[in-house]
């Protein structure tokens, strides 16, 4: 299941460099588009298309959510030519993704970062980055998810606080107020403001309402 929009709450000014190690705000399942717009080109056997055309074809049946055979296309793009990586694997990361295969999902968007920064391709690298977070908050484990965001970033503090907006915006209380728990250890310049939002997540998890953007933000100002 593809997540919702997020709720985008402002925990702290931090974390705002733009880079290519930078989650984008919200899940960008369309941030990718092919990389070819030939005519439609009919299968063949391996070896017979190049890279491109392979790719082209896992667009169209990506494109009809014909999900098996988008999964052989980009597959097979990945064995031709390695300049299409970066592309490959990241719309695999999505086909995994709709199958509802979350491990086989991270490990495609982690190869989409890995061949994106090896061959300096921002716009996959970032929107990678961003897709990688909300597949992970779907299918990992909240307690190990520093370490996961740590072998793909040099600063894995703002994809945690990006995975706890997103536990937020899903309703996932309880791994919402353990996130940013964590995030109140570990990022301790802006651990008022990561508690205001371990404390709201705590108060929904026991039934009171989410408090809202604004009130977010008024705590948090309270705290500087």
């Not at 005519?39 to 056997?45: L, S, T």
């Not at 890279?51 to 009809?64: K, R």
């Not at 992970?136 to 990006?162: E, M």
């Not at 026991?206 to 100002?221: C, K, L, T, Y």
């Amino acid at each position: 299941m593809r997540p919702l929009a997020l709720l985008v709450l402002c925990a702290c000014g931090a974390h705002t460099a733009a880079s290519n190690d930078t989650p984008l705000a919200l899940p960008s399942h369309e941030a990718a588009k092919p990389l070819v717009t030939e005519a439609p080109i009919e299968p063949k056997a391996p070896g017979e298309h190049t890279a491109l055309e392979w790719v082209t074809l896992g667009d169209e049946a990506f494109t009809q959510m014909r999900l098996v055979d988008a999964l052989r296309f980009y597959q097979q793009a990945l064995r031709e030519d390695g300049d299409v990586a970066a592309y490959a694997w990241y719309k695999l990361g999505f086909v995994h993704w709709d199958q509802n295969d979350g491990s086989a999902a991270l490990d495609a968007f982690l190869h989409a970062i890995r061949a994106a920064d090896a061959h300096h391709d921002a716009k996959i690298a970032r929107a990678a980055r961003s897709d990688i977070v909300s597949v992970y908050a779907q299918y990992g484990a909240p307690a190990r998810a520093f370490n996961f965001f740590r072998t793909f970033s040099t600063n894995p503090i703002q994809f945690l606080v990006v995975l706890g907006k997103q536990y937020i915006a899903q309703g996932m209380w309880d791994s919402a107020r353990s996130t940013f728990a964590e995030l109140r250890v570990r990022d301790f310049a802006h651990a008022c403001a990561h508690h205001v939002l371990e404390q709201a997540a705590e108060d929904a998890a026991g039934g009171s309402p989410m408090i809202s953007e604004s009130e977010v933000a008024a705590r948090v100002a309270r705290c500087i």
